[in-house]
């Protein structure tokens, strides 16, 4: 992102998803990450994106106690496994950016996905070198938390958001035919 503007509209589009994908959660925008505090036991997924002329990844951090409180089939009878957690957290990484990359599409900037990566560790953090150039926010649910970081820029510079190339979008739950 080349200004504070596309950084802050960016920071507003990643709340609004993170809100609609977890209407529990509050959301703080613009977090500090460099000196930010580590998540003692931790779930990372991160997921890249491109295009022609834009490249980028999202990376969602949270605990396993977040992920298994947000697991969508927590109301049945069997307990989710580790790897069932693990497979919800690079899950939610790729709705995130599916959803992010919808809202872009009617802004002018379209990007393909990649495929989720999902590493667990201890006292993990997020640290950036120049946090004015990451969409960054910190989301609460409770005693939980999930920290999500995005960085997307064009290659050629340029400003992210084109409106004249605008593009068709898909609402999120529906189908695509090839």
């Known amino acids: 992102m080349e200004s504070e503007q596309e950084v802050a509209q960016v920071n507003a589009e990643m709340s609004t998803v993170c809100e609609d994908m977890f209407p529990q959660i509050r959301c703080e925008v613009g977090i500090?990450?460099?000196r930010g505090p580590a998540i003692h036991t931790t779930i990372l997924?991160?997921?890249g994106l491109g295009a022609a002329d834009l490249r980028g990844a999202l990376v969602v951090m949270a605990s396993p106690s977040f992920?298994?409180?947000t697991y969508p089939l927590a109301t049945t009878s069997a307990e989710p496994?580790?790897?069932d957690i693990l497979d919800w957290a690079g899950e939610v990484?790729?709705?995130a950016l599916g959803r992010l990359n919808n809202r872009f599409a009617v802004l002018g900037c379209v990007f393909s996905l990649g495929i989720p990566t999902v590493v667990c560790g201890d006292d993990m953090r997020i640290d950036i070198a120049d946090d004015r150039r990451h969409a960054s926010l910190r989301g609460?649910?409770?005693d939980e938390e999930i920290v999500m970081v995005l960085h997307i820029q064009r290659t050629n510079g340029g400003p992210l958001f084109r409106p004249d190339e605008?593009?068709?979008?898909?609402?999120?739950?529906?189908d695509i035919l090839f």
Request: hydrophobic content about 45%.
């Open 140 to 142: 609460r649910m409770g």
């Open 67 to 69: 992920f298994r409180a």
């Open 93 to 95: 990484a790729n709705q």
């Open 166 to 174: 605008l593009s068709a979008i898909v609402c999120e739950g529906e």
């Open 32 to 34: 500090v990450l460099s």
């Open 81 to 83: 496994t580790e790897s």
């Open 45 to 47: 997924a991160t997921l």
